[in-house]
DNA sequence: CTGAAAGCGCTTACAG
DNA sequence: CTGAAAGCGCTTACAG
């Protein structure tokens, strides 16, 4: 059942019937309207859209490679947002999301052999098998929140303003005992002196950034509390542990998710939020403020940033030149889980405490 | 720069090269290697997937159809949910998820005119065009929490069981004023014998019909709050807040979202949950153990319905035949949001009252 | 192990 | 307004 078989029952052309249903202008109302209907008799569903894609060079796809596998990044509500607003804003206009696991596992590496004009990718180091098949086919490419590459426009937040407010904000309601808790980064409750700073994030690059920044202004050298992992792993979650061991004051998260775990820890060991230990989140995750108490966090505008990718790839599609725009602004939300710190009770081993 | 390019380079044939790339057993070690490297240094990304989809017939892409637009879905961490576990499981076995909107706007229909090898339908009426376009391309489909259609398999949660138990709880614990917060269902604060309880959404059908069940075991009438619409919208908004004019003791959502909504618009009136009134809903979002009053709600496994759909369309995909596996269970999840009704405080307007 | 032939189902200029 | 020709870039049996 193709083309053929509609225009041998019609009798006309092959290509009369294609235009029936592509070019509408190129053919009477009268036979396109008769074409039409023998289609539906016959149950013909329209032209076969893998043979379309390749005589129009065309698909209607546009293809979404996310850090990890679509599995872990959707654990992830400010992934999921970008992800929703990326396929609305495209929706729109016309093309459809296909999502990429960017690791090939199984000899299968989607965007290498998945069909599409474009793509997005979230997130990703430039290292990335997916990048790389995406550039050797010489698709028009968005970045976001990725390591920058030449020729290749970038979307992204700009992290370290956002950083550096949540890291002053500690800092004026008079903490010094500080700790940073990141992934991506593997540090075991070391102060930032002590080890080097490195991380394969550029999202967590900006936001120590903007920490380091405004810390460094106060003379607070912080705790580093990371896991090489990209994501909330065990290892992570046992440092985060130790932390609380001998708890600071004020604790920088680089994610609402962190901040959460943080905070739900603590309330396993009676430590209380924001009394004894003051959180700050990033992100502003919908989870921020629902908690109880609420999160200070730093709020990114997600819908804004995947409308901005949609736009920019859109514009590289109609072969417009390709424009990064400049980071969307963040803002520090200050909610319940901070205040100044309490003055240090005296602990148990304290020399001053007790007889 | 096609296979030809790279045959020419090497000296040998285009189907030389297509076997070193997609049949590396039809050569010997030796001239793949040459081939390989010929095409790596050309910058040729490996055969074209569009022509390659028309040759062989096969896309390596699952569509997904979700209820509205994917923006609307993706507000809901059960739809995302969903998707996520059948983007997973799909992506090992070497398949990319395509976000179908089922709403065709523009002209655009992705059902219809993107290249796939089949689909899961995720809540949606037969009537759809996306469905009825699949239906007519002859793709392998999978219908998933939709109504049933004739030769499509179906995944679905045991929605009727889960809501007895929900409403069955309330009832035990000694609750007779009641009222259903649904969507789908136009009810404007009417006692439920009083209209049609008949929705087009098979899971709120499903649901209506264990709550039902319950309450008349109980000699229960609920009083049905409902909008017309598949979402929390303002209708319903306007609808619930009617209702807490003059509280029932006890409501059961739709959904956990649905739920909050109740418990967030109580508290702004000051109706202490559950002392006032006692909340139960649907699904177990993430959320409903994080507020406060933690929700009680009706479990689902959504990762085990995700996997269920992946693997059905899986079968499908090799030609196995079409069997709908049974409803995936349901269990009632108690948390602080309920309890018993404490006695009725006289109200002002009551003759007993004041005097 | 290698290649000539046929085919996948459409669309795009272009001529009439 | 309609159609004959060329082409999109690959793969699948099959013969040698």
Redesign the pocket.
């Known amino acids: 059942m193709?083309?053929?078989t509609i225009a041998e029952h019609v009798?006309?052309?092959?290509?009369?019937v294609?235009?029936a249903?592509?070019?509408p202008?190129?053919?009477?109302e009268d036979?396109r309207a008769r074409i039409l209907s023998a289609a539906d008799d016959l149950g013909y569903a329209?032209?076969?859209p893998?043979?379309?894609a390749?005589?129009?060079?065309r698909t209607g796809v546009i293809g979404m490679v996310l850090t990890n596998s679509p599995r872990d990044a959707f654990t992830d509500d400010v992934a999921v947002g970008f992800v929703r607003a990326v396929a609305g804003s495209l929706g729109d206009a016309g093309y459809s999301l296909v999502l990429l696991h960017s690791s090939g596992d199984n000899g299968v590496v989607p965007a290498r052999d998945i069909a599409m004009d474009g793509a997005i990718v979230y997130s990703c180091a430039p290292a990335m098998s997916a990048f790389t098949a995406l550039r050797e086919r010489r698709l028009p490419i968005v970045n976001v929140e990725s390591l920058p590459f030449p020729g290749v426009p970038d979307i992204g937040i700009d992290d370290a303003a956002g950083a550096y407010q949540a890291a002053k904000h500690l800092v004026d309601l008079g903490h010094s005992r500080i700790a940073i808790v990141v992934a991506a980064l593997d540090a075991d409750n070391l102060p930032s002196s002590d080890i080097s700073l490195n991380t394969a994030s550029p999202t967590i690059a900006g936001r120590l950034d903007g920490w380091m920044r405004a810390l460094e202004q106060a003379g607070v050298v912080p705790t580093m509390i990371g896991t090489p992992g990209l994501v909330i792993d065990a290892v992570l979650r046992e440092r985060i542990d130790r932390m609380l061991d001998d708890p600071p004051t004020a604790v920088l998260a680089f994610s609402d998710l962190a901040a959460l775990e943080v905070m739900e820890r603590a309330r396993d060991r009676d430590i209380l939020v924001p009394e004894q230990i003051s959180v700050v989140g990033f992100d502003d995750n919908p989870l921020a403020a629902r908690v109880s108490p609420a999160l200070t966090t730093v709020r990114q505008d997600i819908d804004a940033k995947g409308e901005a990718a949609a736009q920019v790839l859109l514009s590289l599609l109609r072969e417009e030149p390709a424009v990064s725009p400049p980071r969307l602004p963040t803002a520090l939300v200050v909610r319940a889980s901070t205040s100044r710190p309490r003055d240090r009770a005296p602990r148990e081993s304290d020399p001053r405490a007790g007889g």
């Open positions: 193709t083309l053929k009798g006309v052309s092959r290509m009369t294609s235009n249903f592509s070019r202008d190129q053919l009477s036979l329209g032209p076969d893998a043979a379309r390749l005589a129009r060079g």
